[in-house]
Every structure is written in C-alpha cells, then in structure tokens.
C-alpha cells in the first residue's frame, strides 16, 4: 500500500498538468513501515529523454542521486518514482516495465487533456518481467 | 575506509543500514567487500554473470564510474559509492491492449454500442487500433474527424505544409484560425476537441523511402490521402513490404476512386497501374481543381473501409475500385485484381525495398526554378510599357471562367487551345506580350506563336500570379 498526503499529490499532479502533453516524471520522499509506504513530499524531475516526449520519459541518475541526498538530508526515504501518460491510461506498459527497476514504487498518472485522470502505482519483479499493481491511496478533493 | 549509500528498498537487505563502511582500494573491491558482507544485496545489484544489472548504475561521489576506471576505478578513504537505478519508460511501445471501456466512453459510443456488427468488442477493436494517415489535406480533413469521433486508438498523421487559404474549401478540419499554422497541429487540435481519448502522433516530415517503413511499422494500416505519385507509389510499395492494407482513395475535379490495397491476397496499387503516368500528363488539383465536397465524399468512404477492416465485418473494397461521378451522382465499380507478374506483390518480387520515387515517377530530383529566359519580360516593365503608352498587344492565355477571376483590364483574351483558329486576328506587326496565371501556358502561346512567324512575342514571367505579387496587389490570386 503506498499512501500520498496532499502536498505531495499536489506537487505531483501539478508536475504533469503542466507538461502535458508531455510525459513527466520525478521522484516520492517518505517513510515505509514494513509493506506500507507513506509519501509526504515529492520532487519533479526534467524528463530526460532526447526525442519526442508525448510518450517517453527519462530521469537521469544524476538527478535521482540528487533527490536522494535531499531525501536523507530531511531524514526521508526515497520511495518512489512518479510519470504521466498524457492522453493515455494509467497502466504500466512494457516500456515503463523494462525500463524501471525492481526497486521502488512506480505511481502513473493519466492526464487527460490536460486534466489530471486517474492514477495506479506497480511494483515490478525482481526480473522486470511482471508489474504487479498495489494499492494506491490519493487523496480525492 | 569507503562510505557506501545504501538505497531506501535495499536497506532491508544490508541490515537495515543506509549507508555502510567498507574497505578496499577500488569501485571492484569495495562493491565485492559490500555483496560479501551482505549476500542478500548481490542478487539486487549483479546479474547471474556477476555484472551490474543493465539499470544499476554507480556514482563515485558525483562521477559515473563508467565514464572514471569502472570498477578499477580507485576510491580514497573520504570517498562516497551511490548505487543509483536508471529509471525511464513512457506509454508508447507495445501497449498492452484495453480490454474495457470507461463509463465516460461507454457514453460517447453508445449509438456504436447498441448495434451488434459493433458492440463493445467492436469498439474495444477500434480503441486497440493504430491508424496512420498520410496527408492532413483534401482526404485527411475528413479522415481525421471522423476517426477520432468513431475512437480509433491512436491516428498518426504525416504532413509537412501549412494551411493557406486556398485549402479551406475542402480541408474541413482546419479553420480560417488556423491559416498560418502547420496543418499536424491543426489537425490535433480539431481532432482532440472531437475525442480526447484519441493519442494523435504526428510526424512533421515528408513521407519518404527513408523513413515511411519506420513510420508505418507502428501501425495497423494506412490511408493513403496523398496528391501525388511519387508518394502513392511508395506508400503502396511500403503497405505491401510491411504487409499493412493500404486504404487508397485519390480526386480530381468531379471524380474519385477508392479502394483497398496491399490486403492479403487482395491486388495492390502497381497491379493496376504497373508504370506512373509521364509526369505533367495528370494535372493535380492544384492546377485542374477540385470540388470541394468531393474529398469529403472520397475521404470518408476510405474511413468507412478503415472501420470495417478493424472491426472485421462487411465487405471491404478489397479487389474493387469505387469509381465516383459527382455531376453525374453515379457510382460505378470495377473488378480489380492481382497482376501474376506484379513487380511488388508477385509471390516473388522483384521490387523487395523501397525505391527512389521521384525518379521512378520521372521527376528530377531538384526541379529547376525556371531561368529567365531569352524574350521574357517581367510584370513591372509591362506596368512601364502600358504607362508610357507603348503600343504592343497585351496577350492573356487563360480560359474565360480565369479570366473572369481577375483579368489586366487591355488585354485581349484568347486561350492558349483557341489559339490556332485565331491566330488570324493578331498583327505580326505589333509586339505582343502573352500572360498567363504563371507563365507555363503563355511560354507555349509564344513558341507557338513563334512558330507561325511572329517575330515580336514575349512572355509575361510569372504570369499574373507575379503581377499580383510585383504591380497590383488589388489583383486577386487564385
């Protein structure tokens, strides 16, 4: 179960309205308590990714590095990575899939005309194979 | 002694640590000195073969080691190892078709729903389908509309022009708004507007021998709204390469066809014309016109050929041209069929990539910008001549519904096929300056008229297009 407090939703939600149609992405700050995971704050990241972005997104490490040392600076955890798939549903695809790593949460979020959708987080396997969905608590206004 | 940062979700196997110390005097050692004292962490970081996995990357302080020494990279005591993930994906490849429809969708199909040769299986058919339209004009205009409406999945356009005034007769997707903008974003927008659930790729190039196979491969066929038969040719040859049904549908004037090739078993485009016409032989609709109800009425048959084939039900064009007589409202039908020794679609070809079809189609590859050529004479000296009140005869070449659009009040109107018969009423005597809309036909008119003994014939450059652009700008252009 990964839970999502406001602010950090807000963040995040912001983030890929105002890409659109372009994907975004970035990364969740919180605290896991066995199989629960708490996000408090999270950070956007630049879409790396050298080509069209409608569909593709790219976070360089430098930039994960980054957002971990401020993860530990505030006495967080980094515990997740967040992208939009503009105009599209909210399912892991096959690129997200083999492109993601086993590692953390992968919360997507379907914008729709610029409109923020719907959104579901997975937790692929250890082999990339498979993602597995979890569940995903945002809060609804 | 070297610091290694341990991530949040490995911590579990590094006993609960996020950050270790370690010994050792290289990237290699350290990392083996880190797996060693954590077994469980080796399997998160190396693969079976005892490399970093392909997503694992490792920073010594801020540097990547791959772009130090990798793992003899050589780490000092007050140095700091990050593992860091590689972390990309997007919604583009290979998406794992739907399987249902939102309440929302439900909503907008149900006049599609509630019919059973569609139905929700049908439209979940339509919402999996990928769709490629070549050309946002003419063809495109209603193509785009009416697929987006009907829910094709995803609609990729090729178009590399502009909207000009002059397409909004006919292209019914853009607006006098959008005169200017490049028809691909046009196009998306009117197409959004109608059905946000659409994904529009657009591709802002000329379709090519170069990149048409890499295009077309992402889709489940193409319709073919293209003006031209260098473009023709190569989406044919392309659709039957890739094995993808080419929806065909092409205008000219009152008339149109349409029909299905490059369909399994089915003929393509070279079995019924094998060799394009000599270039120059079939005006395009630029230079013979168009109705401009008839691209509507061509372009939505092909979008009904397109939603028949993905939904798998009807009798699809395949085999048959539609011809259509729009003065005559009459539509007539021919068998067409697969030509044994089709260079293309033969069961052994002799045309296996694609081509050059510029050249195929007879066409020089850089069109030279015609030379001002000896005894031509530009608009603004014929402006100066008429000013001056020289006497020579103003020759316009055009047909009279041309004439009748704009005209140079003094000249005298004979159009370029009369101009055998009455070559009797002009004066060899008086110079004569012959005018057309651009200068091809008045180029004729006078070596023509140089032919039947005329000494004194010039050609207005540019025809009355130029006179527009160069003398009056009153002058309308069409």
Redesign the interface.
Same mark, same amino acid.
């Given at each position: 179960m990964i839970k999502i407090e406001p602010g950090a939703w807000q963040i995040m939600v912001d983030h890929a309205q105002s890409t659109f149609p372009d994907e975004c992405c970035g990364v969740m700050l919180g605290t896991t308590e066995g199989d629960a995971k708490h996000v408090t704050t999270a950070i956007a990241v630049e879409n790396a990714y050298k080509g069209k972005q409608e569909d593709r997104y790219e976070i360089r490490p430098e930039d994960l590095l980054a957002a971990d040392k401020d993860a530990r600076a505030q006495a967080l955890d980094l515990i997740g990575i967040f992208h939009s798939h503009p105009d599209c549903d909210a399912y892991f695809s096959k690129t997200d899939l083999e492109n993601s790593c086993p590692w953390y949460s992968f919360v997507v979020l379907s914008v729709k005309g610029g409109k923020f959708d719907h959104a579901n987080s997975f937790r692929p396997n250890a082999d990339q194979t498979i993602a597995e969905k979890e569940e995903l608590i945002w809060p609804k206004s | 002694m070297a610091k290694v +940062?341990i991530? !949040?979700? +490995?911590r579990q196997f590094a006993g609960k640590q996020?950050s270790v110390e370690l010994e050792g005097s290289t990237v290699g050692e350290v990392l083996s000195a880190l797996t060693t004292q954590f077994p469980d962490l080796k399997?998160?970081i190396f693969n079976d073969e005892g490399k970093l996995r392909s997503?694992?990357?490792v920073?010594l302080n801020?540097e990547?080691i791959r772009y130090l020494k990798k793992n003899e990279t050589v780490v000092a005591a007050a140095d700091t190892l990050?593992i860091?993930?590689?972390?990309? %994906? %997007?919604? !583009?490849?290979?998406?794992?078709p739907?399987t249902t429809l939102s309440k929302d969708e439900i909503l907008r199909y149900s006049r599609h729903l509630i019919m059973p040769e569609v139905g929700m299986d049908g439209q979940i058919k339509l919402k999996n389908a990928k769709v490629l339209l070549v050309g946002a004009g003419g063809l495109g205009a209603p193509l785009g509309l009416y697929l987006a409406a009907a829910g094709v999945g995803r609609i990729g356009i090729v178009d590399f022009d502009v909207v000009d005034f002059t397409n909004l007769q006919r292209q019914v997707i853009h607006g006098t708004k959008d005169v200017g903008r490049k028809k691909l974003d046009s196009a998306h927008d009117r197409m959004?507007d109608i059905n946000?659930?659409?994904?529009i790729?657009r591709y802002d190039v000329a379709l090519s021998s170069e990149n048409a196979l890499e295009i077309i491969s992402s889709y489940d066929m193409v319709v073919d709204g293209t003006d031209n038969f260098p473009t023709r040719y190569l989406v044919n040859d392309a659709c039957v390469i890739l094995k993808k049904p080419n929806v065909y549908g092409s205008i000219f004037r009152f008339e149109g066809q349409a029909t299905v090739f490059a369909y399994p078993g089915g003929p393509c485009y070279r079995c019924l014309y094998p060799e394009p016409p000599p270039p120059g032989l079939v005006p395009s609709c630029a230079e013979g016109g168009v109705l401009g109800i008839l691209p509507g009425i061509i372009g939505l048959i092909q979008a009904t050929e397109a939603v028949k084939l993905i939904l798998g039900v009807g009798e699809s064009l395949v085999g048959r041209l539609m011809l259509y007589d729009a003065l005559a409202m009459k539509f007539r039908e021919l068998k067409l069929r697969r030509n044994p020794e089709c260079p293309v679609c033969d069961d052994h070809p002799t045309v296996t990539k694609l081509i050059d079809y510029q050249q195929f189609c007879g066409i020089p590859q850089h069109a030279p910008e015609p030379e001002f050529v000896e005894g031509d004479i530009m608009p603004a000296e014929v402006k100066a001549k008429l000013d001056r009140g020289d006497k020579f005869l103003l020759l316009d070449v055009r047909e009279p519904h041309e004439y009748q659009i704009c005209n140079i009040p003094s000249a005298k109107l004979i159009p370029l096929g009369d101009l055998p018969k009455r070559v009797n009423e002009l004066d060899s005597s008086t110079e004569i300056i012959a005018h057309c809309k651009s200068g091809m036909r008045s180029a004729k008119a006078v070596d023509f008229l140089k032919q039947s003994g005329f000494k004194k014939v010039r050609n207005m450059k540019g025809g009355i297009l130029a006179w527009s652009d160069q003398v009056d700008p009153s002058v309308p252009k069409y």
């Open positions: - | +940062l991530p !949040t979700p +490995l996020d399997k998160q997503f694992v990357n920073y801020d990547d990050s860091v993930p590689s972390i990309a %994906g %997007g919604s !583009t490849v290979a998406e794992p739907v959004k946000p659930n659409v994904h790729d």
